[in-house]
Every structure is written in structure tokens, then in C-alpha cells.
């Protein structure tokens, strides 16, 4: 299958080991990957803060990227949700509805794409450490997504998995919320990383990094030795 | 910045800071959490309950002109008052004005979370009527001198040291140690109230259009008597509380029990269908309803928005909001606090004043998850933010989102200049913290990621170039 990857901004310029890891798993399932240069970001930024129209014109440039895709998968819950659930919504009764629904049809966030479309589960990835598993929420509340990420981590020969008791809670990034209401954003981080240091994990995962750099940066702040990484790079250990 | 928005932000970060606080309620949710699933998982499909619940509300919402007046008719039929109010103000003089005419001195109140909303208690004793809160919670923070904390639970950010306290002073009760103890104390002050008041007002949870009914629900039996001691009742009923049939309550007052309290069903369920009729012997003489809209009309003509009049104020979107959790009720500054309260402030209040609270959402969803009519909560905030900023940018927001446009609209420029973006941030440890620091909000508490040598785009230039 040509499947064609989606690399957020942030991504792209600050967690390139995911993408770079969603490349070699899917090579070694035998597919062959693309990725359209010109993408940029998906425009969540201004979509989230209330301007729309600014964040529409950022999304044209997604949908021209995207155009000639068979299917399009991408690294973040976040931005992921953004094209499939939230593309409709900000394209509705727009010039471009058709094409940004026909982007969300196609569309599909990494995890849910290896269990539910290729049925994979063990990728042969090893990875000796106790970790614990972030639910991002978008990739949680909008996609719907839960058992998957759980069932790629469990074929992982050496990684001990325990679940935090708030692995749903957000960890409060947000987004621009994390700017706008530092304080409370914090306040909300410092909760999920308690959750998470109860555990006794060394190792945070998660397939939205945008909320790992929120609890990395917390960490890092209290001078904790816990580690994060998105699943795609703890998969890709093989 | 509303002045509104200038009080949110400091409330919320002084409670943000209070770690007692957050302690506090992280153990009063913790227990609700517990019954609460342990309640759900009775029902044989809750996601079947939640469309079942959504559905009642919504005929009712998307008919409200039907069933608003078929319970009037059916309510007069049996000799109840029915009065529509278009305002607070409006609803609060047409009380005032049936307590004079009844020749009323004292008033005894059930909760009302709508006679809250148009300051009722306060209004009634501006015109020199006594009025007590026979709920335990309310009465407490009616003694401190606070709005609820919560639509449910209105005390549950005090322990038992401070409702100790409060007792003491104002009421000049002994020192108290247990929860029966203090609750006893509460009962003595307020039989001899339920004794003297010569009205009682009530709230509603259910109106029901066919058969012409209040519906209450409650824990401690206080409505139950306020409504059924005192000569004259008056129910208090925003429209949207109408539902079209009794069979309604058959799946909403258990779900408001197991979404609300992690309960099977509240202690006590009340049917109000009118004043003492011939040949009964108890019961009010006089019974009047006031029908509120407050604003109620304009959230309704909004076909997006419109759902957020399914809400039968459970309290769960609350419980699970990680912001309430961490700011506190208080913080809202609103009548109806958490994600509901974010919503549908802005339609009842004022967008501009109240924007700020749709602002302040991570968009984590658990409030549309917990919500038992399915409101789609956090979707509304983001629809909330966009009306503001349509009718109003923010001045120095607009450049930037417009810059971000076009630099994001243009993928030869973010090629080249987005690694110098990347790169020159090191240079932002050397000015950390300081005014000029552009990350300052977010390094304030957080560290940032290093930046890695190389980008994606990158990367994948270098493996194609070798291939
Ligand atoms: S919005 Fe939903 S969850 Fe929140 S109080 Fe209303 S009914 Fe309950």
C-alpha cells in the first residue's frame, strides 16, 4: 500500500524521531511511504483560538498537499483529530467542504492505521523498561481511540506496561491553553505527572507529543528522571 | 480584558496554587467516581440511556411552544398560578408581589440553581422578607455569605472544621465533631423554620407537559417538606425543564442520580400537581409557577448551541472537568460553574464579558463524555471562541494569527525558515524569564524540549538524496 504521511508542524521541527519511527515501522511492513513536502501545519492553532478563517487558508495548503493520497496517516491524536474531525466543521458550507470531508475519510491516526486497517499487532519491536501510557484526548474523546496503542505495546518484547490511575485526565496542554492559562495548565500537568510517578514508571508514552512536551517539561522542571517518547519511536526499536 | 475575565484570572490562579484545595476535591470526586461507575454499570447499556435521555430532551427542546403550553394548561386546570416571566427581575417581582398580597412574612426555599441565577434569595429580602435555605449545603453557604460551590454539591469545598466553625458562629452552636452531629444541628434551626414560614419556593428538576407536574428530586426530604408545609408555594421552573411525558422521568430521574450522585435513584422523588384541592387536607392553598426564560430564548435560536438546553443540571460534566478541579467553582464567578457553565454563561450574560471562560478549556472532551443527555460541550466552547472573535478580534492576536496564515500558507518559506526558528531557540535559555522572553508563560513552570539537529523535512531530504 502507498500510504502517505502527515507530519504536523511541531512535529517536523521538534519531535522528528516520531515520524522518522512511523517510516521504518511502515517500511518494514512493506509499504511504501510518501510525504508531500509542502504540508505545513494543520492550522489548529488559529482554528482553537477562535480564528477560523485564518486557520481555513492554512488548511487549503493540507488539502492541496493531500490531494492525490490514497491514504494519509498521521503521527499526532491532535492534529489527526483536527483533519478528521474538525476539517468538516471548519470547511462547512464552504467552497472546499467536499474535499476536506473527503480528507477525513482518509485520513487515520498511526496506531488506529496499524491495528484496524493493516491488522498488525506485534511489529517485533523490543524494549526493556516499565512504562505507562498517556491517553492524548483528542486521539481518546474525538477518534476514539484506546485499545490500540495498548495492543502495539503489548507485543513489545521487554516493556512492562502498568496504567496510571488518571491515564485519561488531560495533562493540560491545550494547545494555545497552555499560553493562555499558564497557571492552570500547570496546575492540571502537575496532576498527571503525580498519576504518572505513582506508577513507578521510568518511561512515559504516548501518541500525542504535543502532550508529552507539556509532561517533559514538567518533569524536567521538578528535576524528575522520568523519560517520555511516542509510541512510534518505541515501536520502532527493532 | 472584561472585568470578568481580569477576576476569572485571578481567582483561578490563586486557586490553582492551593494545594489543599486541590486535595480537597480530588477526595470528595474520588468516592463519587467509585458509586458512580459502580451505578452505571447496572444499566444494561448506559450509551443506550444517554441517546434515550438525549432524545426526551431534545422533542421537548425542539418543541418547547407545544409543551410549555400544554403544562400551563394542564397546571391551571388544577387551580395552580402559572406565570411567565421574561427576566429575573420580572420573576422576582411577581413573588415579592404574591407574598404581600398572602400577607407573607417568612419564606422557607428548597434548592433552585434557577432561583439562583436571578439572585431570588436576595431580591426577597430586599423586600423584607425572610428567606432560609432548607438544603444542608445551601444553608451552610447562605450562613458563610457564598454563592454555591457547585450546582449539586454547593458546600463540598468546606470540611467539617469549617462548617463546625460556621455553626458556631453564626448559629452560637456548640463544637461539633461528627457529620450527624452537625446535621442535627442544621435540622433543629430549621424545623422551627418550616414551623413559622408562611411560603415556600422550590425549584424543579422535570416539568412534565402531560400530566401538568413539578418534578423534584432530592436527598434530604427539605423540599418535600418547603413544598408541602407552608400555605403558599411557589416553584421556580426555567423552560427548558419541561419534558413532553411522566414516562420521560422513567429514564431521566435515574440518570440524573447516577450522573449527579453516583446514586440508584435520589432518597426522595416529589410529583407536584397543585394546590390542596376540595376535600384534601394538607398541602399548600396556593400554588404558583413561574415560567422563566432569562435569555433562555436566545441560546434556543442558536440551532448549534441549541442542545445545551438538554442540560438537567447533574453536575457531572463538573466532576470530571480537570479545570473545575483545579480553579474551583468560585472561580467562575458564574451561577452555573464547570464546562455547562462555560457554555451557556456567554448566551445568558454576554458574550464579550464572558468569552473568557470558553477560553479557558484544554478541549479535552470529558464533559461531553460524562454529560448523561450528550451536550456537546466542548465542541460548543470552540464554536463560543470563534462568535467572539468574529464579532470582536483581539487586537494584537489578529497580526499574529494573520502572519501564522501566511507563513503556514507558504511551504517554500517554512522550509527554509522554520529550522533558523527552531535553531535560534537556545538563545532563549540565555534570556529566560525576562520580560523580552517571547516563551516566557510557558517556561515560567516548564522546561522546553531541546531542539534536535535535524527536522523531519529534513531527514527525508537526506534519505531520498541517498537513495
Ligand atoms: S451539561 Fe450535561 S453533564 Fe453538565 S450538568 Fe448539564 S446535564 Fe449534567
Known amino acids: 500500500m502507498k500510504i502517505t504521511l502527515f507530519i504536523p508542524c511541531f512535529i517536523d521541527q521538534y519531535y522528528p524521531g516520531a515520524g522518522i519511527g512511523m517510516v521504518r515501522i511502515l517500511e518494514k511492513l512493506g509499504h511504501t511511504v510518501d510525504y508531500p513536502e509542502s504540508q505545513t501545519c494543520c492550522g489548529q492553532p488559529a482554528f482553537n483560538s477562535g480564528y477560523w478563517d485564518e486557520a481555513r487558508s492554512v488548511a487549503e495548503t493540507m488539502l492541496d498537499a493531500f490531494r492525490d493520497a490514497e491514504v494519509v496517516v498521521g503521527v499526532s491524536g491532535s492534529c489527526g483529530a483536527m483533519l478528521k474531525v474538525f476539517y468538516p466543521e471548519l470547511f462547512h458550507g464552504k467552497p472546499r467542504e467536499a474535499e476536506a470531508k473527503a480528507l477525513a475519510a482518509k485520513t487515520h491516526e498511526f496506531s488506529s492505521f496499524l491495528v484496524n486497517v493493516l491488522g498488525v499487532g506485534d511489529i517485533g519491536a523490543s524494549f526493556p523498561a516499565k512504562a505507562t501510557f498517556h491517553d492524548g484526548c483528542h486521539g481518546l474523546r474525538e477518534l476514539g481511540i484506546k485499545r490500540e496503542p495498548r495492543e502495539l505495546l503489548k507485543h513489545v518484547r521487554g516493556l512492562e506496561l502498568v496504567e496510571m490511575k488518571e491515564a485519561e485526565t488531560c495533562c493540560g496542554f491545550g494547545g494555545t491553553f497552555s499560553v493562555k492559562f499558564p497557571e492552570i495548565s500547570t496546575a492540571m500537568g502537575e496532576v498527571k505527572c503525580a498519576s504518572i510517578l505513582e506508577t513507578g514508571a521510568e518511561l512515559v508514552i504516548s501518541n500525542d507529543s504535543s502532550c508529552l512536551m507539556q509532561i517533559q517539561g514538567l518533569f524536567d522542571r521538578q528535576g524528575q528522571k522520568i523519560k517520555s517518547m511516542h509510541l512510534a519511536e518505541v515501536l520502532a526499536h527493532f | ?467
Not at chain 2, 458562629?169 to 461539633?176: E, M, Q, V
Not at chain 2, 427548558?240 to 450522573?259: F, S
Not at chain 2, 445568558?348 to 464572558?354: A, I, K, P, Y
Open chain 2, 1 to 467: 480584558m472584561s472585568t470578568e475575565s481580569v477576576q476569572f484570572h485571578h481567582d483561578a490562579d490563586r486557586l490553582t496554587h492551593d494545594l489543599r484545595h486541590r486535595a480537597l476535591i480530588q477526595k470528595a470526586l474520588g468516592g463519587y467516581y467509585v458509586k458512580r461507575d459502580e451505578q452505571k454499570a447496572k444499566y444494561t447499556d448506559w450509551q443506550q440511556a444517554r441517546a434515550s435521555a438525549a432524545a426526551a430532551k431534545y422533542e421537548a427542546v425542539n418543541h418547547l411552544d407545544k409543551y410549555l403550553v400544554e403544562l400551563s394548561d394542564k397546571l391551571a386546570a388544577r387551580g395552580t398560578k402559572v406565570f411567565w416571566a421574561a427576566d429575573g427581575p420580572e420573576a422576582a417581582d411577581y413573588i415579592a408581589s404574591v407574598a404581600r398580597d398572602a400577607g407573607v412574612k417568612r419564606i422557607i426555599k428548597s434548592k433552585t440553581m434557577t432561583g439562583e441565577e436571578i439572585h431570588l434569595g436576595q431580591a426577597l429580602e430586599k423586600a423584607g422578607l425572610e428567606v432560609v435555605e432548607s438544603d444542608l449545603g445551601e444553608f451552610i453557604v447562605q450562613l458563610r455569605g457564598e454563592p454555591p460551590y457547585h450546582i449539586v454539591f454547593p458546600s463540598m469545598h468546606l470540611t467539617r472544621g469549617e462548617i463546625d466553625e460556621t455553626f458556631q458562629k453564626k448559629l452560637g452552636s456548640p463544637h461539633a465533631d461528627t457529620p450527624e452531629e452537625l446535621t442535627m444541628i442544621a435540622r433543629n434551626v430549621m424545623r422551627q423554620k418550616y414551623c413559622e414560614a408562611d411560603m415556600g419556593i422550590s425549584g424543579a428538576n422535570f416539568a412534565v407537559a402531560e400530566t401538568g407536574h413539578i418534578s423534584i428530586t432530592e436527598n434530604e426530604g427539605n423540599a418535600r417538606l418547603s413544598t408541602s408545609l407552608p400555605r403558599v408555594l411557589v416553584s421556580i421552573v426555567g423552560i427548558e425543564k419541561v419534558v413532553p411525558k411522566l414516562d420521560d422521568l422513567a429514564v431521566l430521574l435515574p440518570m440524573l442520580a447516577t450522573a449527579g450522585a453516583g446514586q440508584n435513584m435520589t432518597c426522595y422523588n416529589t410529583l407536584l400537581g397543585g394546590p390542596r384541592q376540595p376535600g384534601e387536607t394538607d398541602g399548600p392553598t396556593e400554588f404558583h409557577v413561574v415560567l422563566l426564560d432569562n435569555r433562555r430564548t436566545s441560546l434556543l435560536a442558536d440551532p448549534e448551541q441549541r442542545d445545551a438546553l438538554h442540560c438537567i443540571r447533574c453536575g457531572a460534566c463538573l466532576n470530571v472537568c480537570p479545570i473545575f478541579k483545579n480553579i474551583g467553582g468560585h472561580s467562575y464567578g458564574t451561577t452555573y460553574q464547570g464546562p455547562i457553565g462555560s457554555v451557556i454563561t456567554p448566551h445568558l450574560r454576554g458574550l464579550q464579558s464572558w468569552k473568557h471562560l470558553s477560553f479557558s478549556s484544554s478541549l479535552c472532551g470529558a464533559c461531553h463524555e460524562a454529560c448523561p443527555v450528550k451536550i456537546d460541550l466542548h465542541h460548543h466552547l470552540l464554536q463560543n471562541r470563534r462568535n467572539a472573535i468574529a464579532e470582536k478580534p483581539v487586537w494584537w492576536e489578529k497580526p499574529i494569527f494573520a502572519g501564522f496564515a501566511w507563513f503556514m500558507c507558504r511551504p517554500a518559506l517554512y522550509r527554509f525558515a522554520a529550522p533558523l526558528l527552531r535553531l535560534g531557540a537556545p538563545f532563549l535559555h540565555a534570556i529566560r524569564g525576562k520580560f523580552f522572553d517571547p516563551a516566557r508563560v510557558w517556561t515560567g513552570t516548564r522546561d522546553l524540549p531541546p531542539a534536535p539537529p535535524q527536522s523531519f523535512k529534513e531527514y527525508w531530504r537526506h534519505r531520498n538524496a541517498k537513495r
